[in-house]
């Protein structure tokens, strides 16, 4: 498992991500299921949303992907985003966006990937 490093470069044992009650866990699987088997999951984050019309909420989900065959299916999850439909049962995806990318080489080629989906209320 990847360890965090403190800023004086001392190991850190990496923090367990609770994920909420509701539909963020089915969230969670589903993007997990498109990410492939070599991504981490460092972060979930679910923010209410309403429009005039419709209600919801807007999930962030963080991916890591360490090594350079994660990092090709990290890769390969960000090019697959376009034409995938998510199902998740109880609401309805209306967008996903790559928010933010990060990569770093050296020592070793990691990929940050930053997703953010709008889930809208069924019923």
Known sequence: ??????????????????????????VV???????GRSAQLID?????????????ARHTVVLRYTGWEACDDGEALIAALPDHEFTVPGALVADVTVVRTD?????????????????????
């Open 1 to 26: 498992m990847l360890r965090d490093h403190d800023p004086f470069g001392q190991a850190i044992a990496p923090r367990k991500r609770r994920v909420g009650t509701g539909l963020a866990p089915r």
């Open 29 to 35: 699987r589903s993007v997990l299921a498109l990410a």
């Open 44 to 56: 979930h984050r679910e923010q209410p949303w309403a429009s005039v019309t419709f209600s919801g």
């Open 103 to 123: 990569e770093t080489v050296l020592p070793q080629r990691t990929l940050e990937v930053e997703l953010e989906l709008l889930l809208l209320d069924q019923g």
